[in-house]
Structure formats: structure tokens, C-alpha cells
């Protein structure tokens, strides 16, 4: 398991490798590009319900993986989740449901998150 160090909290949140290599991506991404977000996850077995950080390029953060080697990633699934830290609701993973396949390839079980239309300002009469 991976271990996500955040802030000055000195308890790691633990994801499966993969899931949060893909999760470090997206946040280096747009920490990069200055923009914050929040990240929640449900299926904590050390917490009920679910929890959520706001990422933040000015606070602490440290990924720290398992395997020396870097984990292959899926592009059509990291589009999905860059998608889905782009929405107000930010980046939301379910660990109950993250799977890898036999060839290592990511996906979960849950329903694949649909495609959003922007949404367009309406004036006043």
C-alpha cells in the first residue's frame, strides 16, 4: 500500500499503489498549474463515511509507493479522474471498489463518471 503524507498530519492515508499514482499525477498536474482542489475518498477501513483534504500548492505533500518501479497508467482513465478534479465536487475515489486487473491495468468497479456539459450562465431579464 501507498502512503499519501499530508500537511503537517504525521498519519499517511494509504491507497493501492496504482490508484494513488494516479491520484499523484492529477494533483502535480494541477498544483502545477497553481490550482487547488479537493481530493475525498470513501472505503477508509480506519474511517467512517468518507474524508477529504483541499490540496493546496502551498501546503506539504509527500507520495511515498511500495514498488521502486513506476506504475503503469491508463490515459482514458486519468483523463476520467482530471476530468473529475476539474468539477466543483473535485477528485472523489472509492477504495471499496478500486481494482487492478491481471495485466495491471487500473479501473474500478463503479459506474464510469458521465461526461458533464458546461454549464452556461443564465442572466437576468
Same mark, same amino acid.
Given at each position: ?64 509507493? #511500495?514498488?521502486?518501479?513506476? %506504475? ?6 486519468? $483523463? *476520467?479522474? =482530471?476530468? +473529475?478534479?476539474? /468539477? ?5 475515489? #472509492?477504495?471499496?471498489?478500486? %481494482? ?6 487500473? $479501473? *474500478?468497479? =463503479?459506474? +464510469?463518471?458521465? /461526461? ?10
Amino acid at each position: 500500500m501507498a502512503k499519501l503524507f499530508y500537511g503537517t498530519d504525521v498519519s499517511p492515508v494509504t491507497f493501492p499503489d496504482r490508484l494513488l499514482a494516479y491520484v499523484k499525477v492529477i494533483t502535480a498536474t494541477k498544483l502545477r498549474r497553481n490550482e487547488s482542489f479537493t481530493l475525498t475518498w470513501t472505503g477508509d477501513p480506519d474511517t467512517a463515511g468518507r474524508s477529504a483534504i483541499w490540496m493546496h500548492p502551498s501546503i506539504p505533500l509527500r507520495f511515498a509507493f #511500495d514498488s521502486a518501479e513506476p %506504475e503503469k497508467l491508463v490515459s482514458e482513465y486519468l $483523463r *476520467t479522474l =482530471a476530468d +473529475q478534479a476539474n /468539477a466543483s465536487s473535485g477528485l472523489v475515489v #472509492d477504495l471499496r471498489t478500486w %481494482e487492478d486487473d491481471e495485466n495491471g491495468v487500473a $479501473r *474500478t468497479t =463503479a459506474p +464510469q463518471i458521465a /461526461a458533464r456539459r458546461p454549464v452556461r450562465a443564465v442572466r437576468a431579464a
